[in-house]
Nanobody, 119 residues
Framework: QVQLVESGGGLVQAGGSLRLSCVVSGTIFSINAMGWYRQAPGKQRELVAAITTGGSTNYADSVKGRFTISRDNIKNTVDLQMNSLKPEDTAVYYC?????????????WGQGTQVTVSS
């Protein structure tokens, strides 16, 4: 059973910082791309940042220069450092990983962690 568990969400004032972490556990062969998505009330889930196995990154325009995604391929973790937070960053943040097992390859999601930025 593959599980993604997020941590690090919370309440912060505008201009503050938070660091989200996600750890992958279970029987896996390899982890391909990993990423963070978010979903605000009444809106669709959107990509925030993604990172390949080799470390190439991709960011939503709205977070470029403020957020940094990183991963540890030994510990099977992916982190999202969020600086200069804005009220519009308020959302539930989800970890995502493209995982290969011996018999299949599919996307997995974490349960989500709430990030609330007050003005």
């Amino acid at each position: 059973q593959v599980q993604l568990v997020e941590s690090g969400g919370g309440l912060v004032q505008a201009g503050g910082s938070l660091r989200l972490s996600c750890v992958v556990s279970g029987t896996i062969f390899s982890i391909n791309a990993m990423g963070w998505y978010r979903q605000a009330p009444g809106k669709q889930r959107e990509l925030v940042a993604a990172i390949t196995t080799g470390g190439s990154t991709n960011y939503a325009d709205s977070v470029k220069g403020r957020f940094t995604i990183s991963r540890d391929n030994i510990k099977n973790t992916v982190d999202l450092q969020m600086n200069s937070l804005k009220p519009e960053d308020t959302a539930v943040y989800y970890c995502n990983a493209d995982i290969s097992r011996r018999w299949d390859r599919r996307n997995y999601w974490g349960q989500g962690t709430q990030v609330t930025v007050s003005s």
